[in-house]
């Protein structure tokens, strides 16, 4: 019902959205009329948001939200259909219409698949656990395309069958690999995708749409996986597709993301853009990029975004190797922490000092990245401060290949700032 050229009594809105009119009928009740401009929903379209969409889209998720779960959605479903064909190249090595196979042989596969799997899972959570919240990009991306090299071992497994058992023992720990990463990845997402303590819902939600496409998944196996029976080369192709166009929409649904939070490789870039994109008004101000700036620029896999290893909370030991340099280094380090820059190693290293801030690591971390930064290519004209940075950028390029502790560090560090 449209609404009449008299103002209505009230309206009703969902974040800024007008959803609802409300106005007095002859009988003393009141009229619900659609505002002007607003969509009709049909009831169908009404459930599925409900089902499918956190309460209050798109007001109560990131921008990025449609994007990056319409690719999210593509790539789920392919990885549905590779599992499909995957699973009935499992059976066939694990001896399933083989008549010399044995059951004995089968359950001990099974249970090195298994127990492979296991060890992957702890080991993989001792030596990257921590990385997986400030790299979920990188991770998730990372956790995918193991996923598809796994497939592909599943696939290969029944053409070697002495090397089945291998095969398949490696595609579980790749597996493993990837319901740790991706798990772990997914709950990241959540909480950047999440703009109203909406956290559980946006990871329900997103549940759901995987379920859904999954359903979608199961019907599409059930009619192709008779199609391609007994046809090799086709089904090699379909697969060759289905991998090909799930790496594609991965990458698409990650560099969809704009995360507003630093990490190291967001850090990098705007430490970067600061120093080499100019100054912005009077007195050389920093002209640091935003946050839609750094992210399409970021690298999608992990250890392709820098030059140095940053090791933020090195242990004395790494830092300094004598007192005479434990002692300059405390002498013209910051208050806050120290820093020791080793070239030739490639590594840069900060120890933090007790009940230093909590702006202390964020600090301690642009300050590494500005020396790797400084290591680079000469800094232009235009840049901020350029004279003091390039006096600083020379003596570090002068003591290449050696130890540059915090004396020199510090010396030029306190007069920038």
Not at 279 to 307: C, D, Q
Not at 375 to 390: E, F, Q, S
Request: aromatic share 6%; proline share 8%; net charge positive.
């Amino acid at each position: 019902m449209e609404p009449p050229e008299a103002p209505p009594l009230c309206r009703e809105l969902w974040g800024s959205q007008e959803v609802t009119w409300y106005q007095g009928d002859p009988r003393g009740g009141l009229l619900r009329l659609r505002p002007p401009g607003a969509r009709a929903g049909t009831g169908i379209n009404q459930v599925l948001m409900r089902v499918l969409l956190p309460q209050g889209y798109p007001h109560s998720v990131s921008p990025d939200y449609l994007q990056y779960q319409c690719w999210d959605s593509l790539q789920a479903l392919c990885s549905s259909l590779c599992s499909s064909l995957s699973a009935r190249s499992v059976l066939q090595a694990m001896g399933v219409g083989d008549g010399a196979a044995t059951v004995t042989g089968a359950t001990l596969t099974w249970l090195l698949r298994d127990g492979v799997g296991m060890v992957t899972r702890i080991t993989f959570t001792y030596l990257q656990g921590s990385r997986l919240d400030c790299e979920a990009k990188q991770w998730r991306l990372a956790a995918d395309v193991i996923n598809d090299a796994a497939l592909l071992l599943e696939l290969l497994a029944p053409d070697w069958p002495r090397a089945g058992p291998a095969l398949l023992t490696l595609a579980a720990a790749g597996k493993c690999v990837v319901g740790v990463a991706g798990g772990a990845t997914r709950t990241a997402l959540a909480v950047h995708q999440a703009r109203r303590d909406n956290v559980a819902e946006v990871a329900a939600k997103d549940s759901s749409q995987e379920t859904l496409v999954n359903g979608l998944g199961l019907l599409l196996s059930l009619l192709l996986l008779p199609a391609l029976e007994g046809r090799p080369w086709l089904t090699w192709g379909v697969v060759t597709l289905l991998l090909v166009t799930h790496v594609i929409a991965n990458v698409r649904a990650v560099g969809a993301l704009r995360l507003r939070s630093l990490n190291r490789p967001r850090l990098r870039l705007a430490v970067g853009g600061a120093l080499r994109g100019g100054a912005r008004g009077g007195g050389g101000a920093f002209a640091v990029p935003a946050p839609e700036e750094v992210n399409p620029r970021e690298p999608l896999l992990p250890g392709f975004s820098t030059r140095l290893h940053l090791h933020l909370g090195a242990p004395l030991h790494r830092l300094v190797k004598s007192e005479a340099e434990l002692l300059k280094a405390i002498e013209c380090s910051p208050e806050q922490y120290l820093i020791v820059l080793r070239p030739e190693e490639g590594w840069v290293g900060v120890g933090l000092r007790r009940g230093s801030p909590p702006s202390t690591p964020l600090l301690a971390c642009a300050h590494a990245l500005l020396l790797e930064e400084l290591l680079g290519p000469p800094l232009p004209p235009t840049a901020p401060m350029g004279a003091a940075l390039r006096r600083m950028q020379g003596a570090l390029r002068r003591c290449h290949g050696e130890t540059i502790m915090g004396w020199i560090i510090g010396v030029y560090y306190r007069g920038l700032l």
